[in-house]
């Protein structure tokens, strides 16, 4: 394999650890209005919603919005799921909380610092502009660059949000590599044309492994973890 010039991260359940950052503000949510709620059920159902919100945002049924908004609008489909929503006067202070304060998974920090030495190292993602900004400085993650999807006019996994991410940087597709912890993700990067890297992380991500039959994928490094990948990557 030709080394690629420049690595996208995806950073939502690649890099961050969403779900066990929104956790233990949703349990805190729930114990100052005396209820019991579980967590885990929670924050998978809130991914799933923000994901639906997104397919609604690509079709043109909701408005052009960020993650955040997105996130809001899937507490707003959850009130009738959990009641406990419709005790809370600020859904936006949640999403803020959560999701501009992500925990990091283990290594991956320090796998970011050693591939900045051999790449130009940035983020393809989902999430809002403000909430990467935020969550990787408070986890010590430092990039050469922050594309969110909320400044393409696409949103991945829609292949013009891959070609014009890559564009931007002035490189053709097979001259990067995309890199996630999720496969649909890489498998829509791959069918433009740039190179691909799947790397395991601790926590599965239920919106993407639910499917009863999973495709078999063919990309150029599969590492288990953040130290295997700097190795395959020659750093």
Known sequence: ????????????????????????????????????????????????EMFAARAQVAQGDLPWMSADGMHLVALEAMRKSYPLLNEVDDLMMLVRQTWHNLNSFDGAAEAINQLRTKYTVVV?????????VS???????QWDGILSCEFLGYYKPSHQAYIK???LLGLEPEK???VAAHKTDLAAAQSTGMKTAYVG??????VFTESAQQPTYNFDVNAVDFAELCQKLGV
């Open 1 to 48: 394999m030709t080394k690629p010039k420049a690595l996208f991260f995806d950073v939502g359940g690649t890099i961050f650890d969403w779900k066990n950052t929104a956790k233990p503000h949703i349990a805190k949510l729930a114990a100052d209005h005396n209820q019991t709620i579980d967590a885990e059920a929670f924050a998978n159902d809130w991914r799933r």
């Open 124 to 132: 393809l993602a989902i999430l809002s502009w403000e909430s990467i």
């Open 135 to 141: 969550s990787s400085k408070r986890a010590g993650v």
């Open 165 to 167: 991410g890559v564009n």
């Open 176 to 178: 990067t590599m995309m």
């Open 201 to 206: 992380v601790p926590e599965d991500d239920l």
